[in-house]
């Protein structure tokens, strides 16, 4: 098959894996290397939820041996199939970044013979850019569930982040859709990279003979010489979760969010609504759920990570089916459940206080907090901070300075007043529609590539 149709069918297929995100790596050129990440991304370019859309984004193969209903390479699946050589794939990155389309490369795969397998596929395709190209660029590897801690360990010595899919929120919705897999194993995979990552961050070992032995009684002892554990995926780790294949609420599934993050330290999880695909099981939805959803969850991930909230805080205002409101953002539903906590004085609450005020985001806090050093602020000095003044306003006081809209604090339509009169812009409701957007280009750039036109 023409590479060029193997790009088109697995760039296709790649585009339902939204776990890949570019920052938290740093890798510094040689005169003679290709490519460079710094630390807060690898282009200019991004998702609104973060994500950089500068990636070469594919699938080494859509072949699997699993059978998961809600996914379209599923092996009982009729889709069209390809897989690359590891040459093509290194070509493909190599000659792409040298025409400043892609940043660097997202790799995941199908299932092809066991983890392992294909596990050590990935795995060379970034050893061949790193040692033979000196490729510095950003790699994302797939971390295959059911790999040997080994064959993961390998892939981290080449990439700057790994993922491992938990898939489905809970172990019943895996064993509806998808029996042959199970998150005892994703934990495992996640568990041992995280045990890469401690030791590569804060392990360091004494050098041979530095220490001990009858050296030691011959002559005065020498300070320890620290050796450098081996770089290991410098952006950590990942992880994505499907939304609406099943009627698991989004209580249960931020509640398994809240687990991963404290127990294997992951960077991000993504969350994705449920795509339908051609000759659905009859137990999956028909329709995608909304993709405000997946935004309203989104926003509930950022309040448990960087505002202070917990996880009790945000379902208990949560809908009697357990699920977000999808009408308001979940920092206002608590808002106006926890009335008694405000208003806030603006120059006297302190930072975790601040946090919770809908409108006011991390940012705006922190200039909050260095500007009431030099001055009394008043509510209209909110605007030029950064804040979204209409949305704060009923929830904060300040001393000497009236506050006009104080007294909404107490209206029983305080709600509708505040709910947004529109749904937010595409864009930010769906940001995989930017992700994925510039498929066509480059599926149109690496044709030129392999032609050799520029």
């Not at 922190?366 to 804040?387: E, F, M, P, V």
Request: net charge positive; with cysteine; charged share 20%.
């Amino acid at each position: 098959m023409d590479t060029t149709v193997k790009l088109t069918i697995l760039a296709d297929a790649a585009k339902y894996d939204a776990s890949c995100s570019s920052s938290g790596s740093k890798r510094t050129n040689s005169k003679t290397g290709l490519g460079n990440v710094n630390g807060t991304g690898i282009c200019h370019s991004y998702t609104p939820d973060g994500r950089c859309i500068s990636l070469l984004k594919i699938l080494f193969t859509n072949h699997c041996v699993y059978d998961c209903q809600y996914c379209i390479n599923r092996v009982s699946s009729d889709t069209p199939r390809a897989q690359f050589t590891i040459d093509e794939v290194v070509d493909l990155t190599v000659n792409l970044y040298k025409r400043n389309y892609i940043e660097g490369l997202f790799l995941s795969s199908g299932v092809i013979r066991n983890g392992d397998y294909t596990m050590d596929l990935l795995t060379e395709v970034a050893r061949r850019l790193r040692e033979d190209h000196q490729f510095n660029g950003y790699i994302h590897l797939k971390a295959v569930v059911g790999a040997t801690p080994e064959a993961v360990a390998d892939a981290g010595r080449y990439a700057d982040r790994l993922s491992a899919n938990i898939e489905l929120p809970t172990q019943p919705d895996l064993n509806q859709l998808a029996p042959e897999k199970s998150h005892r194993q994703t934990h495992q995979t996640m568990a041992a990279i995280k045990t890469r990552l401690d030791e590569s961050r804060g392990g360091s070992s004494l050098a041979p003979g530095s220490a001990g032995g009858h050296a030691a009684t011959r002559m005065p002892p020498r300070s320890p010489k620290r050796s450098h554990p081996p770089r290991f995926a410098p952006a950590g780790q990942s992880t994505q979760m499907i939304v609406g294949a099943t009627p698991t609420p989004d209580a249960d599934i931020l509640g398994t969010a809240t687990s991963l993050y404290s127990t294997h330290c992951l960077k991000r999880v993504y969350y994705t609504a449920y795509s339908p695909i051609p000759f659905a099981a009859s137990n999956l939805p028909h329709e995608r759920p909304p993709l405000l959803r997946e935004h309203r969850l989104y926003q509930a991930d950022w309040l448990l990570r960087f505002y202070g909230f917990t996880l009790p805080e945000l379902t208990s205002a949560a809908l009697p089916d357990r699920n977000l409101d999808l009408e308001i953002d979940p920092k206002l539903a608590w808002a106006l459940a926890h009335r008694a906590f405000f208003p806030l004085d603006l120059n006297r609450a302190p930072r975790e206080a601040l946090l919770r005020v809908p409108g006011l985001g991390v940012r705006t806090v922190h200039r909050i907090l260095s500007a009431r050093r030099h001055r009394t602020l008043a509510i209209n000095d909110l605007k030029r901070l950064g804040c979204a003044l209409n949305r704060a306003k009923p929830f904060l006081k300040t001393t000497g300075s009236p506050n006009p809209d104080a007294h909404l604090l107490d209206r029983l339509d305080l709600r509708q007043r505040l709910a947004p009169k529109t749904e937010p812009k595409k864009s930010r409701v769906d940001p995989q529609l930017d992700l994925f957007a510039n498929r066509q280009r480059v599926v149109a750039a690496a044709t030129s590539a392999l032609t050799g036109e520029v």
